[in-house]
C-alpha cells in the first residue's frame, strides 16, 4: 500500500524554469491538495481538489496551477519559478466525508530556486 | 492572515517531562480541531483530533484540552520521550463536507532530552 507517493524528492530551479511536482495516491482518496511548508508560518494551502475535473484555490496560488483528470493524480505545475518558491512542498488526500478528516501526507519536495 | 496561532516555537523537555503547545483560533466556525506530528524527512501525520462537544479528548500519553469561549486548544505529551522530538502542528477546519481544508498553525519543535 504506497499511500502518497511525490515525486521528485529534491529539486532546483533556475528563476524562470518550469516544473510540474507529481502526486499520485492510491486510496481511492476524493479529496487532494497541495501545501507548502515554510519555517515560521506551518504549512500553507496551495490548491485542492474535490474530484476528477474540480480544482479550486488555497491561501496561496499564485505562481501555480493545478489540474485533476484522474481521482489518482494531482499535479502541481510551477509557471515560471521565482526563489520566493523555494519551500517544502507537500501532497495530501483524504476521504471527502467522513467520520474524521484524516489527511494523509506524502514525504514532499524540497525545491529550491535560484 | 494566520487565523491559528500556535505557541511555543521551539520547547526543549527533558526526558518524563510534560511538554504542553498552545493553539489559539479567531474563526468561530471551526469544528474540527487536529494535531500533527512530523519527523525530520517526512510528511506530517495525524495524532490526535478533538471536535468542540468534549473539553479533553486523551489517546495514550497525549492529551488535547479544548477550552471553547477561550477560543484555543492545547497539546499535553506526558512522560514525553525522546522518540516524540518531532515537529507538531495544529490545525483548524469548518463542518464535516470541508474536504480536509484544514488552516495550520505555525509549528512548534519539540526536543526531549534523554
Known amino acids: 500500500n504506497a499511500g502518497v507517493t511525490q515525486t521528485p524528492k529534491f529539486q532546483v530551479l533556475k528563476t524562470g524554469q518550469s516544473m510540474t511536482l507529481q502526486c499520485a495516491q492510491d486510496?481511492?482518496?476524493?479529496?487532494m491538495s497541495w501545501y507548502r511548508q515554510d519555517p515560521g508560518m506551518g504549512l500553507r494551502l496551495i490548491h485542492y481538489?474535490?474530484?476528477?475535473?474540480?480544482?479550486d484555490q488555497g491561501e496561496v496560488p499564485n505562481g501555480y496551477n493545478v489540474s485533476r483528470s484522474t481521482t489518482e493524480d494531482f499535479p502541481l505545475r510551477l509557471l515560471s519559478a521565482a526563489p520566493s518558491q523555494t519551500s517544502v512542498y507537500f501532497c495530501a488526500s483524504s476521504y471527502l466525508m467522513g467520520p474524521t478528516e484524516k489527511l494523509f501526507f506524502g514525504s514532499g519536495t524540497q525545491l529550491s530556486v535560484l | 492572515q494566520q487565523q491559528v496561532k500556535q505557541s511555543p516555537q521551539s520547547l526543549i523537555v527533558q526526558k518524563g517531562g510534560i511538554s504542553i503547545i498552545n493553539c489559539a483560533y479567531e474563526n468561530t466556525a471551526f469544528d474540527y480541531f487536529p494535531w500533527y506530528q512530523q519527523f525530520p524527512g517526512k510528511g506530517p501525520a495525524l495524532l490526535i483530533a478533538i471536535r468542540p462537544d468534549v473539553s479533553e479528548k486523551k489517546e495514550g500519553r497525549f492529551t488535547i484540552s479544548f477550552n471553547k469561549s477561550a477560543k484555543q486548544f492545547s497539546l499535553h505529551i506526558m512522560d514525553s520521550q525522546p522518540g516524540d522530538s518531532a515537529t507538531y502542528f495544529c490545525?483548524?477546519?469548518?463542518?464535516?463536507?470541508?474536504?480536509?481544508?484544514?488552516?495550520f498553525g505555525e509549528g512548534t519543535q519539540l526536543t526531549v532530552n534523554p
Open positions: 490545525a483548524a477546519s469548518i463542518g464535516e463536507t470541508s474536504g480536509s481544508r484544514l488552516t
Open positions: 486510496m481511492n482518496h476524493e479529496y
Open positions: 481538489s474535490v474530484g476528477a475535473g474540480i480544482t
